[in-house]
Each structure stands twice: as structure tokens, then as C-alpha cells.
């Protein structure tokens, strides 16, 4: 009789154990981390959960390289610099083809809102990789003659233009684009759940380390360039997709009392000016979300409402000034799903 329970409670013993370890287990390999650094001149913040408990963000800085090695304006041998610069030998890689693919489809929805060929332009109000110039309507005309998203096609691997100074700019949406790029790095990892987020564009996947969705804060677009206050308009919570926002309210300068912003219109050449303050757009990829970010900021609020409504599998939510001067807010209707019932302080 002692005999068998002397087995039995080793039997226990053994499942007890067997079962301590199979519940530790998952423990060890849901470790979260928190990457961070600088990219793109700014900075980026990965969290994610490694399968291996051990950072996975080694390829990143070689990644990165490769990155600006295609898209990089401020690199002058980038392929995109070298296409400014009227090489006919460069040949684009996949960096390329994909962000030059996504802008022209973008492009044309818009009717030339967004625009990658808007480079000289930018570079004339000293928001892109030359010197400002002393800008006159005279100036703003002669460029203007350059500047065209049909001036550009890319045919079996090369860009060919109809127009030898035309210039290309991905600023408004390379960023978004990298996005993409690390959260297909994770996912080649075997990473299921991460927050990619580089300089305020989004890519999640997943859940946090909580069990839940992840938060991502819509910022008050209060002018501050130093990016030192910053205040949260609303929060959501978003499971595998993007979010991107354009706004006026940290690249601007004054000039003899007039404020001038970094968004430009391709059309009338000069930067934008209506009461949007800021749109956030949610997609399945966060390239499109930037590119479609941008060219609402130059539409404006009801041209931007129309239109994304037609857009598949995209929502937005716009920050405004009213008549009465106050900030107000208008998004679609199916935004209504992602936002958060909490306290605007725990975003994470």
C-alpha cells in the first residue's frame, strides 16, 4: 500500500513538473524588446516579441543603409539622386519600383496632389536636400514648367522622362515605406506581434505585451517645431495595419509675418494654405498611408473626404480650424472602429 503511493506521487510529481516546464515555455519565448535609434533623420521605436528572446534588430543598420542607398536624396549616390542627376545607366531596385509604383497610382487618384516629381519645388522653399532660393512668382513659374507626375514612367527597369529637369523627391512617402520594409524584416523573423514606428508612421501587427491592441496616439497639431509639446487629440487601437499623418505643424517657417509649411502644392507651386491642420490615414500598408496623408493635406478637408471614401480598405481622420477658429475634427465613417474608450495618458 505505501508502495503505491509512493508511485503515485511520484507520477504526480513528474506531471506537475512536466507541466510547470510546458507553461514556462511560452513565457521565455513571448519576451517583448524595445529597439531604438535614429534613421531617416529621425527616430524609430520597435517593439516587438521575439521568438528567440534575443534582439533581432542586427540586419537593421545594413538594412537602413540599403534603403537610402535607393531612396535617399541627400545621398548623392542613391539611385533616386542619380536619377536627378540624369544618369540613364542607373537601373532601379525593388525599394524603388515599389515606391515609384505605389506614388504614380496615388498620383493619378488625386488628380497630381501627390506628387514625386514636386523635388524642385521643395528645394526652392528650403524644405528639401538644396539650398532655398529667393522665391519669386516669376521663379515659381519657370519651375512649375518641370513639375508633373506624367513626366516620369518607368519602363523595364529605368526611369525615363520626357523632361530632363525634372526631379524626383520620396520624402512624403519613403518614410511610411520603411515602415513596410522593417515589418516584413520582423515577419521574415518570425515575429507575430510588433509596433513598428519610425519618425510617427505606424505598422503593427498583433498584440502588445498586455494581450491587447496596440494604442497609437493622434497627435494636437500645435505648432512647435522642437517637437517638445506635444498633446494627444485622440487614441486608437489598431491590429495589422498602418497609420500615417501629414500635418503643417512641425516643418514651417516665418518670413515677413507669413508662415510658410513644408507641404507644397504641385499645382499652384506654393505651399498650402486652409484650415486642415493634420490627416491621419489608416491602411493596410503604411506607404499608401503616407502617400494619401500627403496629398489630403493638399486638397484640404472636403476634397479629401470625397475622395477617401472612394479609396478601398482606407480610413482618415482630419484635424481642422473652424469659422470660429477653434480646432475641430472630421473623420470617415468606418474610423469610428478604431478608437480607444480610455484615458488619453496610456497610449502605448
Not at 41 to 57: D, R
Not at 132 to 152: D, F, R
Not at 271 to 277: A, E, I, K, M, R
Not at 319 to 347: C, H, P, W
Request: proline share 3%; charged share 20%; aromatic share 10%.
Amino acid at each position: 500500500m505505501l508502495r503505491d503511493k509512493v508511485i503515485k506521487l511520484l507520477a504526480l510529481a513528474i506531471v506537475l513538473a512536466f507541466a510547470f516546464v510546458i507553461f514556462q515555455e511560452p513565457a521565455k519565448r513571448s519576451k517583448y524588446l524595445v529597439d531604438t535609434g535614429r534613421v531617416h533623420g529621425t527616430m524609430y521605436k520597435l517593439s516587438y516579441e521575439s521568438p528567440s528572446g534575443v534582439s533581432l534588430t542586427s540586419d537593421l543598420d545594413s538594412l537602413f543603409h540599403a534603403f537610402d542607398l535607393s531612396l535617399s536624396t541627400f545621398n548623392d549616390s542613391s539611385i533616386i539622386s542619380r536619377i536627378n542627376h540624369n544618369d540613364t545607366t542607373v537601373v532601379v531596385d525593388d525599394y524603388f519600383t515599389s515606391v515609384f509604383e505605389t506614388a504614380m497610382e496615388v498620383s493619378r487618384n488625386t488628380g497630381g496632389a501627390f506628387d514625386m516629381t514636386v523635388a524642385p519645388l521643395v528645394n526652392a522653399w528650403g524644405f528639401g536636400f538644396k539650398k532655398k532660393e529667393n522665391v519669386t512668382p516669376e521663379l515659381i513659374q519657370s519651375i512649375l514648367a518641370h513639375v508633373g507626375y506624367e513626366k516620369v514612367k518607368l519602363e523595364k527597369g529605368k526611369i525615363v522622362k520626357s523632361d530632363t529637369c525634372v526631379m524626383l523627391d520620396a520624402a512624403a512617402i519613403a518614410k511610411g515605406y520603411s515602415c513596410d520594409v522593417v515589418a516584413r524584416y520582423l515577419e521574415n523573423k518570425g515575429v507575430k506581434n510588433f509596433m513598428v514606428d519610425i519618425g510617427g508612421e505606424v505598422v503593427v501587427k498583433g498584440f502588445n505585451p498586455q494581450g491587447k491592441l496596440w494604442s497609437i496616439g493622434i497627435e494636437k497639431p500645435i505648432e512647435d517645431s522642437t517637437m517638445l509639446h506635444q498633446e494627444l487629440q485622440s487614441i486608437i487601437q489598431l491590429e495589422n495595419r498602418a497609420v500615417a499623418t501629414s500635418g503643417n505643424y512641425r516643418q514651417f517657417y516665418h518670413l515677413g509675418g507669413k508662415k510658410y509649411s513644408h507641404t507644397i502644392n504641385p499645382h499652384s507651386g506654393y505651399p498650402v494654405n486652409h484650415n486642415l491642420l493634420s490627416a491621419t490615414v489608416v491602411a493596410p500598408d503604411c506607404k499608401t498611408a503616407d502617400a494619401y496623408a500627403t496629398a489630403f493635406m493638399v486638397l484640404g478637408l472636403e476634397e479629401s473626404m470625397l475622395l477617401v471614401n472612394y479609396i478601398p480598405d482606407m480610413e482618415a481622420y482630419f484635424i481642422y480650424e473652424n469659422e470660429m477658429g477653434e480646432m475641430s475634427v472630421q473623420y470617415t465613417e468606418g474610423f469610428d472602429r478604431y478608437f480607444k474608450i480610455e484615458s488619453l495618458d496610456k497610449a502605448e
